[in-house]
T-cell receptor
Framework: DQQVKQNSPSLSVQEGRISILNCDYT??????FLWYKKYPAEGPTFLIS?????DKNEDGRFTVFLNKSAKHLSLHIVPSQPGDSAVYFC??????????????FGRGTQLTVWP | ETGVTQSPTHLIKTRGQQVTLRCSSQ?????VSWYQQALGQGPQFIFQ???????GRGNFPPRFSGLQFPNYSSELNVNALELDDSALYLC???????????FGSGTRLTVV
């Protein structure tokens, strides 16, 4: 039962343009959402997160938007750079007091940024 | 500050065998979680240890077991290996918080 879904397995964007990666979830108990970036032969690296009490969080070139009514979040990267080419995972967590740290991951989206 | 280190990086085992994977948490972290990432999938939660006690488990059979030691390093043990256990096994550590979740590079297990 996939509670976090990334329906686009791949995305190709030209350098300097905006990359938009999407993620949907089904569990209304999720209250914290994260994006991780993964390069080959490395573990996932934390990128940015958002709490369910917010609808937007920015960190430099990265912005995450959360639409709770649609159970949808997106990651915007502006401007995209070739070094951003990686697999991006969306993850969610519920009930931090009882299941602290358990993350539910999507299947990932391979982002390719070309010059 | 050292990150999370896992050993070995690659491993090949025969069906029915047992395997132990190891993880050294990032310095100062007291919580460790293990994830299994099959090919083309996202990481799936196996279990989590907090101060040497298991405090959460995903949908994995009992032949997946773990330990956390006083120095907060950890082991994942898998008995009676099956072909479907072939995957990347990721260890992640944190300090009482979801924010500082640091992953290791993983152990690639192949069961033949």
């Amino acid at each position: 039962d996939q509670q976090v879904k990334q329906n686009s397995p791949s995305l190709s964007v030209q350098e300097g343009r905006i990359s938009i990666l999407n993620c949907d979830y089904t569990n209304s108990m999720f209250d914290y959402f994260l994006w991780y970036k993964k390069y080959p032969a490395e573990g996932p690296t934390f990128l940015i997160s958002i709490s369910s009490i917010k609808d937007k969080n920015e960190d430099g070139r990265f912005t995450v938007f959360l639409n709770k009514s649609a159970k949808h979040l997106s990651l915007h990267i502006v401007p995209s750079q070739p070094g951003d080419s990686a697999v991006y995972f969306c993850a969610a967590s519920a009930g931090r007091g009882s299941t602290l740290g358990r993350l539910y991951f999507g299947r990932g989206t391979q982002l390719t940024v070309w010059p | 500050e050292t990150g999370v280190t896992q050993s070995p990086t690659h491993l090949i085992k025969t069906r029915g065998q047992q395997v132990t994977l190891r993880c050294s948490s990032q310095s100062g972290h007291n919580t460790v979680s293990w994830y299994q990432q099959a090919l083309g999938q996202g990481p799936q939660f196996i279990f989590q240890y907090y101060r040497e006690e298991e405090n959460g488990r995903g949908n994995f059979p009992p032949r997946f077991s773990g330990l956390q030691f006083p120095n907060y390093s950890s082991e994942l043990n898998v008995n009676a290996l099956e072909l479907d256990d072939s995957a990347l096994y990721l260890c992640a550590s944190s300090l009482d918080s979801l924010y500082g979740y640091t992953f290791g590079s993983g152990t690639r297990l192949t069961v033949v």
